[in-house]
């Protein structure tokens, strides 16, 4: 290979990783400490737990959700948490997923095993703010972006929609190969023993639609409870008592056919 052509490489390079620093570097704190690593409960609805040492704990407003710890939410429980770059993402009902269980990769915010999560990449400058959300069949990466996951069966089949931006999604489980680029508006299932699926088009918004249902019944629910965020379901004083494991939730509900 001619020597400019490696010169050239090193500075893309370079400025690759430059740049990145910059945008790290550049994004505002919202918290301190060690709180910049964690997640803050900003809003909930139902019961909503983490497991400390096998055991769910209810957590409450305000609450912070340590790395590798997960979170878990009952039948009628749902969520908003935010990390310290601005960002957020809301679990719903039904759902397990383990907040940064990568700690030293800044990359890896969610692993998703059961239920669904939406996520809001918050970008600086118009600079990409990398990201990566994974569930045992799926891998999506994310630079700035409103989307939501959501594993559907036993067999962890991922449904990936994007409503803002783009995201890159590959198989977790299969040789690789090129990942899905997906748009706004645009959506992929993955599928455990299978290739993934070609994108499709959300043709008049149907999945959307149903989706933003389901939201904005839990934002209508949390609205209505008084100031200071304590669900009527969950147990007083919060993260100082476990919550109930006696009961099973039922398995998330598939969305509608297209």
Known sequence: MPHTILQLMFRFTFASALTAGVVLAQAPSL??????????????????????DSNPWVLKVGDWVNLRQTI??????????????????????????????????????????????KVFIQKFGGQPNPNRVTTPT??????????????EDEDATTLVTVDEGQVAVRHSLLPPSEPKLLNAGEYVRVYKNQPLAHKAFDKGGALKRTMQAATDAY??????MPRGGNSPTSVPGGGGRPADTEATPPPPPPPPPL
């Open 138 to 151: 799926a891998v999506i990466s994310v630079r700035g972006t409103v989307f939501d996951v959501q594993i």
């Open 219 to 224: 934002y209508n629910v949390m609205m209505r």
């Open 31 to 52: 918290f301190s400490g060690e709180q910049e690593r964690l997640a803050k409960t900003l809003q909930m609805t139902g019961q909503v737990s983490v497991l400390r």
């Open 72 to 117: 878990v939410t009952g039948a009628d429980g749902f969520a908003v948490f935010q990390v310290s770059d601005g960002s957020t993402f809301e679990v719903y009902p039904n759902s397990r997923v383990v907040f940064r269980n990568n700690a030293g990769g800044w990359k890896d915010l969610l692993d998703l095993h059961l239920g669904r999560v």
